[in-house]
């Protein structure tokens, strides 16, 4: 962790506000004790929208919508970098700053934590720098990488161990390997004392957003048109996806046979292929999964081909490999075309750029967040296919995090509740003023392990 140096000792405030400020929403929250955690952090919409009716929804404002039919997202953060301050800002004054905001505060009152994306450009961090500290003017302010709070968690506990092991005497965790798979990309990272072990971190361009897109490309040709349906398709691919453990296997299940050949897909395999029925925002219906039952499909068709106003009549889709051809991108981005090794092996690519007698500590400790983790099988698959690359020798546990959306959030609280560590991490405004923005950065790329 950085240590800025100060020529007289500065008071600091007692809030603190917490920004991990992912591509898809935003996770936020005052630093409070362990016991109220999980209520103190909110998820916010990272975006704004435009409806079809053309009215604008900002951040949190998008719980209260009730269409999002062929809506329109604008993010102020692509390809895992805060790149457009103009439309953050927006969404941080009504999140932060307005009179309604759920998380109002003062910024002259405040300490901020603010998380980035491994390896962000220079230029990007300087201009992040100067508008919390000349824009927003917080008091006091720490930007680091995700990866570095996560320490901060009781990984132990994740594995079985007691509870108790938590305290401020034992954080940071000393050695655990992140997999951070987000909406814009995934991310491997390990963490020694705390520290990012810059050299070995390796990204892999493979996120929620673009399995979203890759969804909406396969139901477009092979359903309905949902090419302006991202946040539709979004839900469809939280709702109906897993990772498979026998992709071959359930690939050939699920074929359809050639011509002349034809098979029903519910007879070889039921537990594969599933309905989707859509949402009807006119009547504030939402969508959902069920069992796919081919006699009641061909009885919907035929009452929505002969007009019948009698019985409602539901649109949906047979979903069968989709469900899993998706997904499996992240393990096999040369399914697509694109030039990156799966997760597995990037795993033991970013092992080989550290010392093997530090092997043993990362396998045994693997930590999997980020809101694509949440997709059914990606953990035990990820810990199948690195056990055929790992040595023999090593242990090997791989686990997902309590709460993989908050855990960076989690980890961040529980560093903040450390008054000693805490200021040993913030730069006052006082010190910006003082010394500049080029001395910040620098200050906060101090990282002996770079």
């Not at 002969?306 to 409602?312: A, D, I, L, V």
């Not at 980020?370 to 990606?378: D, E, H, P």
């Not at 509740?417 to 010394?435: A, F, G, I, P």
Request: aromatic fraction near 8%; glycine fraction near 6%.
């Amino acid at each position: 962790m950085p240590r800025q140096a100060k020529s007289t000792e500065q008071a600091l405030p007692e809030q603190t506000l917490i920004v991990d400020n992912g591509a898809y929403s935003i996770k936020a929250g005052f630093a409070t004790p362990a016991a109220d955690l999980d209520e103190s952090c909110k998820v916010i919409p990272n975006c704004i929208a435009r409806g079809r009716d053309k009215r604008i929804w900002i951040g949190a404002q998008l719980e209260k919508c009730k269409d999002f039919g062929e809506m329109a997202f604008r993010r102020p953060v692509e390809k895992g970098y805060l790149v457009n301050w103009e439309a953050e800002k927006e969404i941080w004054d009504n999140s932060f700053f307005d009179k309604d905001a759920k998380l109002k505060c003062n910024p002259h009152d405040t300490n901020l934590i603010l998380t980035e994306a491994p390896n962000a450009p220079q230029a990007l961090q300087t201009n992040c720098d100067q508008i919390i500290f000349e824009e927003f003017e917080f008091a006091s302010y720490y930007r680091c990488l995700g990866a570095s709070l996560n320490a901060y968690n009781n990984v132990e506990a994740l594995y079985g161990s007691p509870d108790n092991v938590l305290s401020s005497a034992t954080l940071p965790v000393e050695c655990f390997l992140l997999i951070d798979s987000g909406f814009s990309h995934t991310t491997v990272t390990p963490v020694l004392r705390g520290l990012p072990i810059q050299s070995a971190i390796r990204r892999l361009d493979v996120g929620g957003k673009l399995l979203t897109n890759y969804l909406k490309e396969l139901v477009s040709i092979r359903h309905y048109n949902m090419m302006d349906e991202t946040h539709l398709m979004n839900r469809v691919k939280d709702t109906v996806s897993f990772v498979s453990s026998d992709f071959s296997g359930d690939l050939t299940k699920v074929w359809k046979g050639g011509i002349g050949d034809r098979r029903k897909v519910n007879e070889t395999a039921p537990e594969l292929v599933v309905d989707y029925v859509l949402p009807d925002y006119n009547k504030d219906v939402s969508g959902y999964m069920r069992p796919h039952d081919p006699n009641l499909s061909s009885k919907l068709r035929k009452l929505g081909a002969s007009g019948n106003n009698n019985e409602s009549v539901e649109d949906f889709m047979t979903l069968g490999n989709e469900r899993f051809v998706v997904p499996e991108i992240i393990f096999s981005p040369g399914d697509i075309g694109m030039k990156q090794v799966g997760l597995p092996e990037m795993v033991m690519q970013s092992l080989s750029k550290i010392p093997t007698g530090l092997w043993g500590a990362m396998l045994a400790n693997v930590v999997v967040v980020g809101g694509n983790a949440l997709i059914r099988g990606f953990v035990e698959r990820l810990e199948t296919e690195l056990r055929q690359l790992a040595p023999p020798e090593c242990v090997l546990r791989v686990t997902l995090a309590k709460d993989p959306i908050k855990s960076t959030w989690l980890g961040a609280s529980n560093l903040a509740s450390d008054t000693d560590k805490l200021k040993d991490v913030l730069v006052t405004r006082q010190d910006y003023q003082e010394h500049g923005s080029g001395w910040l950065a620098r200050l906060f790329a101090n990282n002996p392990n770079k």
